[in-house]
């Protein structure tokens, strides 16, 4: 049964960086996106970006120029790295696998779905 | 401000039906599967119909998603208190490089 765990500092400065990352265990990190989501408080759900294993990523046009998302494929992780923070940058922070829930995508992105999820960890941007 | 837009909050009472829904465009919803997640608070989101019909192994048939032109629609049947979570929508959106999207969430009371 594959499970992420995000680790990562809970406090980050503002116009600091914020650094998280998600660890694969239970499964192969090979063929799947894997996902950056964070809730701000009070606020619904964003998907900050993904990566494919191949390295291939696609981000949040709101945050292009801030966030980049990479994979280590032989320490099965991947990491979040967003720039400049500022106080609306304060969420929950959730790690997800987009999987094709043991079926088959054949090959087509829009059959994967959000299967797996971390336990998700609070980051505060303090002044 | 998220692509793809739900009602705010959704109510009913212990064995009725209620259906939220999901408005998108051509490039998301009118294109792609609807994926649905339930949301409790404290806890991390579950991925409840994928692929707009298809439910996860455990989750049960009470759960229904449909999909016509570019809106989607997920209806709780038989409503428990345990049902009362946010709920969210999500698909790909073509028009945004290929990026997963989520609704704005509904908010669903069990009176």
């Known amino acids: 049964q594959v499970q992420l765990h995000e680790s990562g500092p809970g406090v980050v400065k503002s116009s600091e960086t914020l650094s998280l990352t998600c660890t694969v265990s239970?499964?192969?990190?090979?063929?799947?996106?894997w996902a950056w989501v964070r809730q701000p408080p009070g606020k619904g759900l964003e998907c900050l970006g993904h990566?494919?294993?191949?390295?291939?990523?696609n981000y949040n046009p709101s945050l292009e120029s801030r966030v980049t998302i990479s994979i280590d494929m032989s320490r099965k992780r991947f990491s979040l790295r967003l720039t400049s923070v500022t106080a609306a940058d304060t969420a929950v922070y959730y790690c997800?696998?987009?999987?094709?829930?043991?079926?088959?995508?054949?090959?087509?992105?829009?059959?994967?779905?959000?299967?797996?999820w971390g336990t998700g960890t609070t980051v505060k941007v303090s002044s | 401000q998220s692509v793809l837009t739900q009602p705010p909050s959704a109510s009913g009472t212990p064995g009725q039906t209620v259906t939220i829904s999901c408005f998108g465009s051509?490039?998301?919803?009118?294109?792609?599967?609807v994926h649905w997640y339930q949301h409790v608070p404290g806890m991390a989101p579950k991925l409840l119909i994928y692929?707009?019909?298809q439910r996860p192994s455990g989750v049960p048939d009470r759960f229904s998603g449909a999909r016509s032109g570019t809106s989607a629609s997920l209806a709780i049947s038989g409503l428990q208190s345990e049902d009362e979570a946010r709920y969210y929508c999500?698909?790909?959106?073509?028009?945004?490089?290929?990026?997963?999207?989520f609704g704005s969430g509904t908010d669903v009371t069990v009176l």
């Open positions: 997800a696998r987009l999987g094709c829930n043991g079926e088959s995508c054949y090959d087509a992105y829009y059959y994967y779905s959000m299967d797996v």
């Open positions: 239970g499964g192969p990190i090979s063929g799947n996106y």
């Open positions: 990566v494919f294993s191949t390295g291939r990523t």
């Open positions: 051509d490039s998301n919803v009118g294109s792609n599967p």
């Open positions: 692929r707009t019909h």
């Open positions: 999500a698909t790909w959106d073509d028009k945004l490089s290929g990026l997963y999207v």
